[in-house]
């Protein structure tokens, strides 16, 4: 039997946007408006008179749409998600509804059914899940400790700072800490995932819940304030080294990032992250240690090279002493003691003390372990203060030495000590290779310059061998040596050394048409104050 539809409700019926058809009992489509042949891809010649089942293939199969079929029959209603083929051959997902049709004794005649598509609504839908459950994920599984923060008591706050004028807020927190600390007390933790546990709790969740001011000692107040700065500013995030502190009460050093996008400001909450870097930490310091420690055996053994030198240079003033004091003594045993020669010799004697004097503290600020101490240098009195340690070593040797300072440099940062190492190392490297090599003359030249107004520069000029093509990186490498005696760590000390200070050491052929080899060391010039 024909289900009754009359002509006006075909009218309005294929006004909707919505996909309308018309089916009997058996399934044959007697109504089927345009938006049912925009929706499955059918046009009504095909449709009309086909089998509803058939034509959509409805993915649920048979049981779930003779389920529906019986609760229509049933409640004369049914709703529900059907997967259907279109004429296209996609799958579609369509929300329909199905009403009986009866006749006038009552009888069911036909379903109508009105359906839309719901496939991108679900596709979204599912999308979001995956979004949510990835996110949970990272949120739970990255070695890193992330927190979600409620700042929403936080707005009033600021607005009531803004109301009463203040203007810059980033001096203002530096001059207020206690408004940065009334801030985070107001501040929430809203979740942390596991890491954040292990790293600042005690294993207790909802212990670590509540206000973040706990994990805030006053060293890191600003890193907060910077947050509500950059924030309120617009920046998407603020990214610092910083230090927390645990519920138990360590502080350690960590990498701090908030991140304010506009989304979850909008929700008056910020995602931060903190990356432990207390081993890192650990580790960066056990190696300064190491390379004071190695910095100052390699003193010490530059030392014993230099002992004969250091012999010399005590036992010269200290021959003098005991020559002034013996010239002293005759006159004033003298019938008539010439007080004045006396006088004279006595003097001597002072400055032959004053001169071994120095030269002790200069061995025994080499000797010294200490940990590095970086001050304003001049790299000139640097090279003449260790020249005053090679002086011996490059006359024994006969060298002729050259110097040719650049005056008014301006100054280096640098540990004095280690950089009187550095040039001492040098002038004994190229005075040993001078030596070796055996042929005359023998000539260094120490220059000092700043060849673009920024960088300084010290040349350490020989007339040795020179270096061997392919060696110029190789000698700066530990334990690389070509002497019997050598120990191969002074050129890698003296580069960790220079680096240290933000410079750096290259070592090539001189290319002035003479032999020799040619250290060049460059540091960062400071700007000198008026
Ligand atoms: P060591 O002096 O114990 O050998 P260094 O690290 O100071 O250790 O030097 C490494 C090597 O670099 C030396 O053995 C030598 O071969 C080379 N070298 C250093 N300075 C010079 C120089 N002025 N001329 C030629 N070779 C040099």
């Not at 109504?31 to 089998?51: D, E, K």
């Not at 002034?324 to 045993?333: E, F, H, S």
């Not at 006969?398 to 190492?421: E, K």
């Amino acid at each position: 039997m024909t289900p009754p539809l009359s002509r006006a409700e075909a009218e309005v019926f294929e006004r909707f946007h919505d996909a309308v058809f018309v089916r009997d009992m058996e399934g044959t489509i007697h109504f089927w408006n345009s938006a049912s042949a925009a929706l499955y891809g059918w046009p009504s010649h095909t449709a009309l008179g086909a089998n509803a089942r058939t034509l959509l293939k409805c993915k649920h199969g048979c049981d779930a749409h003779s389920t529906a079929d019986a609760q229509v029959l049933a409640d004369g209603y049914w709703e529900g998600e059907l997967s259907r083929l279109t004429g296209s051959g996609d799958r579609r997902l369509v929300n329909a509804r199905w009403s009986l049709l009866k006749d006038a004794g009552g009888n069911p005649v036909g379903i109508l059914e009105t359906g839309y598509d719901i496939s991108s609504a679900k596709d979204l839908e599912r999308h979001l899940k995956a979004s949510e459950y990835r996110y949970r994920n990272l949120f739970q599984a990255m070695a890193a400790s992330f927190w979600e923060l409620d700042f929403t008591a936080v707005g009033p706050k600021i607005r009531a700072l803004l109301d009463a004028g203040v203007r810059d807020l980033e001096p203002y927190f530096l001059a207020h800490p206690e408004v940065v600390r009334d801030m985070m007390q107001s501040t929430r933790v809203l979740d942390l995932n596991d890491h954040s546990l292990r790293l600042f709790g005690r294993g207790d969740r909802n212990e670590m819940l509540g206000t973040i001011d706990r994990y805030w000692p006053d060293e890191s107040i600003q890193v907060y304030a910077r947050c509500v700065v950059k924030s309120l500013a617009g920046l998407p995030n603020n990214i610092e080294v910083t230090r927390l502190r645990t519920l138990e009460g360590n502080v350690f050093e960590c990498l701090f990032t908030a991140c304010f996008s506009k989304e979850n400001l909008a929700r008056g909450v910020i995602l931060i992250g903190i990356i432990d870097l207390s081993e890192l930490a650990a580790a960066r310091h056990a190696l300064e240690i190491m390379q004071t420690e190695l910095a100052h055996v390699a003193r010490i053994s530059i030392l014993g090279e230099l002992s004969a030198s250091i012999t010399h240079e005590i036992k010269q003033p200290l021959t003098s002493i005991s020559t002034y004091a013996q010239a002293a003594l005759r006159w004033l045993k003298r019938p008539q003691p010439d007080l004045q020669e006396v006088e004279n010799a006595l003097l001597q004697i002072i400055g032959e003390a004053q001169r071994t004097d120095d030269v002790i503290g200069r061995i025994r600020a080499m000797a010294l372990r200490r940990p590095a101490e970086e001050t304003q240098v001049s790299l000139n009195e640097v090279v003449q203060d260790s020249l005053k340690f090679t002086d011996h070593e490059l006359r024994k040797h006969s060298i002729r030495l050259t110097l040719d300072l650049t005056g008014a440099l301006p100054p280096v940062r640098a540990d004095r000590v280690l950089l009187q190492q550095v040039i001492v190392n040098l002038v004994m490297n190229a005075a040993q290779a001078m030596a070796s090599a055996n042929r005359s003359p023998r000539a260094l030249t120490l220059r000092s310059d700043c060849p673009d107004g920024r960088q300084l520069r010290i040349e350490v000029l020989d007339s040795g061998p020179g270096i061997a093509p392919g060696l110029e990186d190789k000698v700066f490498q530990s334990f690389f040596t070509t002497k019997s005696t050598g120990m191969g760590m002074g050129l890698p000390i003296c580069r960790s050394i220079i680096e240290a200070a933000g410079g750096q050491i290259r070592m090539a052929n001189r290319e002035d048409g003479q032999s020799g080899a040619r250290v060049t060391v460059t540091l960062p010039g400071l700007a000198v104050s008026a």
